[in-house]
C-alpha cells in the first residue's frame, strides 16, 4: 500500500500520468471517494498520458466511455453512481476483451459483475488538496505499484 498527498492538481495529474507510465498491458483500477475526492480528475490525467486525444467525458449518464489506445485496445472509464442494481450493467457489453484498461469509478455499485481489481484508489481531500491511498490487489497490481514511488517528486 502506498499514500501520496497531492497539495495541488497538478500533483493530481502528476500521479495519473506516472500511473499511465508503469502500467501493465491489462489493468482493472477501481477508484473510491466522495464527490469531488478527484477520482474523475486522476482518470483524465491518465488517459491523457495514455494518448487519449479529444474530449474526455465524463460518463456519469452515459455510465461508460470508450477510448481507443495508441498500443491497442481500449480504455474503458465508467462512473457508476446512478446504477442502483449491478445487475443494470448486463446491458452495456462489458464482456467484450477490448478492454485492456478498465477506471471504474464507484466500483461498489457494480459489485459482483465487474471483473476482479488490480488497483484501488482510495482519494479524499485533505486541505486544499487531495489524498489516495493505493493498494495493489493482484500480481500485476504489486508490480505496478512497485514501479511508482521513484517516479513522483510529490510523494
Same mark, same amino acid.
Given at each position: 500500500?502506498?499514500?501520496?498527498?497531492?497539495?495541488?492538481?497538478?500533483?493530481?495529474?502528476?500521479?495519473?500520468?506516472?500511473?499511465?507510465?508503469?502500467?501493465?498491458?491489462?489493468?482493472?483500477?477501481?477508484?473510491?471517494?466522495?464527490?469531488?475526492?478527484?477520482?474523475?480528475?486522476?482518470?483524465?490525467?491518465?488517459?491523457?498520458?495514455?494518448?487519449?486525444? #479529444? !474530449?474526455?467525458?465524463? %460518463?456519469?449518464?452515459? =455510465?461508460?466511455?470508450?477510448?481507443?489506445? $495508441? *498500443?491497442? &485496445?481500449? /480504455?474503458?472509464?465508467?462512473?457508476?453512481?446512478?446504477?442502483?442494481?449491478?445487475?443494470?450493467?448486463?446491458?452495456?457489453?462489458?464482456?467484450?476483451?477490448?478492454?485492456?484498461?478498465?477506471?471504474?469509478?464507484?466500483?461498489?455499485? #457494480? !459489485?459482483?459483475?465487474? %471483473?476482479?481489481?488490480? =488497483?484501488?484508489?482510495?482519494?479524499?481531500? $485533505? *486541505?486544499? &488538496?487531495? /489524498?489516495?491511498?493505493?493498494?495493489?490487489?493482484?500480481?500485476?497490481?504489486?508490480?505496478?505499484?512497485?514501479?511508482?514511488?521513484?517516479?513522483?517528486?510529490?510523494?
Amino acid at each position: 500500500m502506498l499514500r501520496y498527498l497531492l497539495p495541488t492538481p497538478e500533483a493530481t495529474d502528476a500521479l495519473g500520468e506516472a500511473l499511465a507510465r508503469a502500467r501493465p498491458d491489462s489493468a482493472v483500477v477501481l477508484l473510491h471517494g466522495d464527490l469531488g475526492a478527484g477520482k474523475s480528475s486522476l482518470t483524465r490525467a491518465m488517459l491523457r498520458a495514455l494518448g487519449v486525444a #479529444g !474530449a474526455i467525458r465524463s %460518463p456519469t449518464y452515459t =455510465l461508460v466511455e470508450r477510448y481507443p489506445l $495508441a *498500443g491497442g &485496445g481500449e /480504455a474503458w472509464h465508467m462512473d457508476l453512481y446512478r446504477i442502483a442494481d449491478p445487475g443494470e450493467l448486463e446491458f452495456l457489453g462489458l464482456d467484450s476483451g477490448e478492454a485492456v484498461l478498465w477506471l471504474v469509478e464507484w466500483p461498489e455499485r #457494480g !459489485a459482483g459483475i465487474l %471483473p476482479p481489481a488490480d =488497483l484501488e484508489l482510495w482519494l479524499e481531500v $485533505a *486541505g486544499r &488538496g487531495r /489524498a489516495v491511498r493505493l493498494e495493489p490487489r493482484s500480481a500485476a497490481g504489486r508490480a505496478w505499484v512497485q514501479r511508482l514511488p521513484g517516479e513522483l517528486a510529490f510523494a
